[in-house]
Structure formats: C-alpha cells, structure tokens
C-alpha cells in the first residue's frame, strides 16, 4: 500500500530533501536530492485574510494547518508536536462563548523539487530497507510554502446562542487589507451586546514587534493583523518564513518501500483517530472548565441540582481519557504492527475508556441582568444632585433618596425596575412633586463590555400624571453592569 503526499507544519531542521519519519514527523538524514523550483509564470503571491468562527478545536486546528486528516496524523503526539498544536490548546475553544478566528496567509511562490532523486549514499542502502528506513525514514520534504501565517483569537462571553449566531454574521467574511469596516465591526458588537472580550493571536514570518497591549481589546487584534499584512507588502522576501512543508514518499526517487508498509499505513489510520479524539475531548474539558470558572453565569437549581463537583469530577474522567489516547498514539508509533484504536487499546490494558462524560443535567445559562444597586448618585443636567441608595431584587428596584432643592427633599415612596439596558426609577418627594427618572445603559468612560454608566431623562409629574418640567441625568459612583 504506498504512501501519500502530505501537508504538515514547518519545524525545524527540516530542508529540501531531508528525510521524515511519517508518524512522528521527525526529521532524518539527507537522502533527496534535486533543484528546487517553482511552477514557471507563476512567480507571484497569494493572500487570504477572512475573519470566519470558530466552535471546536478541531476548527482552530484546520485554520492553523495542522488538521489531522490533512496530516495523515504525522507529528501530532510526542515531543514534535508544534507551537500552533500550543496556541489551539490554550486557546480553550467552548461552545458558551463565541471565537471567531482572524486568519491571514501570505503564499510566495510555491517551491518543490522537480525531479527527486537519491543521494549517492542514500543508494547504497537501498538494498537493506531496514538500515535505510531507520536512517532517512520514508517521507522526503520535496515542497514548502513560504511566506506567513497569522492567527487571532476573538472571543466574546454571550450567554445566548441567539446572539451569538446574529454576531458572527456581522462579524465574519473576507476583508479588504486595512479595512477600518472590520475593526469597527468588532468594537461595535463588543460594546452592543455588553460581553466581556479576550484577544491573543499567533504569527509565523512578519514583524517580530508585533504586541497586544490590551487583552480586552478586538480592534488591536485587526491592527495587529494589518500591520502584518503590510510588512509582507514592503518587503516580502525579509519577512516571509518557511511554515508548511510538503512530504512525499521516498519510494518516488526510487527508494526501498518501508519493511511494514502496511502496519505504517494502519498506525497512521490510528494516529489520525487518536488526534480526532483528542480535539473532541478538548472541547469537553474547556466547556466544563469555563462553566466552573464563571459559577456566576449559570443557574445551579434542580432536581437533582447540578454541582461544580460533579463537572470537576467530568473534567478528571476526561484528563484520563487524554493520557489513555496519548499512550494509544505511542503505541502506535513504536510498535506500528501492534497498533490499536483507543477503545480497543483501553479494552487490552483493562482500563475503562471514555473515562469522562458530560454531567446530566448540566447548570442552564442565567439570563443577564442590569445591576444598579448601591450608593450612587443622579446628576441632572440643571446641577441637582440626588443622593441615592438603591436596593434591587432580580430585576425590581426600589430607593431611598434625597436631594436639597430650596431645602431638604426626602423620598417618600419610590418603585422601578430593569429591563434589558433600560432603567426606570419612580420617586414620590417629600415636597409632594413625582419624579420619573428613566436610562439606558451607555459604556460612558468605560471601554467596551459589561460595565458603564445610566444617561437618561427625569419627568417631573403632576397629580394626574401630566409632564410637568424634564432634565438630562447621568449616574455617578455607580458601576453599572450586567450579571
């Protein structure tokens, strides 16, 4: 059964003609030789820079060119495994928030070697496939890619799928370089749907000086990416890097096929599932983790109730799941002909597999609330000041206040409550007059997310519920916030 061309990530050591161990992607002796050359009349570049979401890790995986499948498996376990495999895992990809994923690619011109062929002391091996595979393996790098890659993360804590959904249309497509619609878009939706925000981001090639100096912050993210962009564009050759690398058999330049073809060929198979599985479990742990992490997020009521226990205890059955799969992969790679899928190779080492599961029930989402409780004031457009001490339960609201107004004012009676960004306070005066004071949520000094200010207006009524006089008002020494 021959073996196939594969993409993999660059590392290194790896060059032109240098030999590969399929299964762990290691790099071996020099045993091609040939000149490298690109597809004539076709010296230019290429660049994608699209903004897409993502929700596995599996999908971050595949933006950062180490898919399993693409990989055929090869250097996805053990000490190989690259930065990018890093960057996917920190990036703690859930189905509870939403991530979308910044993705920017520079491709110069494409270089392989044209005709393959054995080195001189390759050769002399090829009548002892065994010396010859332990020596140079049995892939060859014959192409690579150069130029860079760029990576950002974007994630945004909303509770509702909802709204998640209605963000990444809004957000996701291909931009134009420096295209200031993409960097507005971000912040917009931040500040519109009141969520926290993180940003990181990875770069192959390109400036080295490239930073985020504030995590919260999306539209650095886009700068960032932009100023890649155009590093690449001034000068391309000083920026570009090698970052993926063609492997193909070295049975194409004439070399002995493998002693164990075909347990090679199964092993991957194996290597492939173990990867899938690894990223699927991924996905479970980071959703457990980031449901304890934010308890506050989430309803723990029931019958019978859900407990951080019981999703700690998940997330332990899961971690021994991966320690199961990462002893399947090196099996498989060391004794190939002895290579098991992970549920047979738990079933042989008599250890139960999966291991982990989901919770049944799992904590539902609490709806956001606007928090305005407190002491604060109201500051109204006429110089007044209101001193308040507002008490809230769920989304009712209810004050004692006072003001000095040709003399002390007392509230008497008040009620109110919060709808979404909406606020609305009534306030029966000592003086016998009515206030209405009603806001909105505004970010005011604050940058985007969950925390701001009240900006409104104050009705005066009559008896009859008649306006009689109106102000402009903002909140001050509050920090209002959505929980």
Known sequence: ?????????????????????????????????????????????????????????????????????????????????????????????????????????VSLQHLSIKAPKLTPKAAEMVDNPTVFAERYGNMFVRGMDRGGLFIGVFRLDVRSEQDRTAIAAKLQGSYGLFSASAATAFDEVRSTYHADALVSMYHEGGPMDLAITDLTKP???????????????????????????????????????????????????????????????????????????????????????PTTSSLNSAINGFEQDLDLISMCASESINHPSQALTPASFAQQQGKPYPAGAIPSPMPTPRALTLQVGGQWEIVESNGSHIKLVVSQDGDKLSAQASVFIFGPNQSIKSSGHVSGDKFFLRIEWSNGAIGEYSAKFTQGGFPPGSQGILQGTRTVVGAQGDPQGTAGWESAGLVAEFK
């Not at 060119?65 to 250097?75: E, H, L, M, T, V």
């Not at 090698?242 to 096929?257: G, H, K």
């Open 1 to 105: 059964m021959a073996f196939t061309t594969i993409e993999v990530a660059y590392r290194d050591d790896y060059n032109f003609g240098v030999g590969a161990d399929m299964a762990t992607g290691s790099p071996m002796g020099f045993v091609v030789d040939g000149t490298e050359v690109g597809v004539e009349h076709a010296g230019g570049a290429s660049v994608i820079f699209e903004v897409r979401r993502i929700t596995t890790t599996a999908e971050l995986e595949q933006a950062l060119g180490i898919d399993a499948k693409a990989s055929f498996g090869s250097g996805l376990f053990g000490a190989g495994m690259s930065a990018r495999f890093s960057y996917a895992t920190s990036s703690s990809v859930q189905r509870e928030s939403l991530f979308m994923a910044v993705t920017s690619r």
């Open 219 to 305: 539209s650095q993210l886009l700068d960032n990416a932009n100023k890649w962009l155009q590093a690449f564009k001034n000068n391309p050759d000083e920026n570009a890097v090698p970052y993926t690398v063609t492997l193909a058999p070295i049975s194409i330049a004439e070399a002995p096929m493998p002693p164990n073809a075909a347990d090679l060929q199964k092993a991957q198979d194996v290597l492939v599932i173990c990867a899938e599985e690894r990223s699927r479990i991924f996905d479970k742990i980071n959703l457990l983790k980031y449901v304890v992490d934010h308890e506050d997020y989430y309803d723990w009521t029931g019958n019978p109730a």
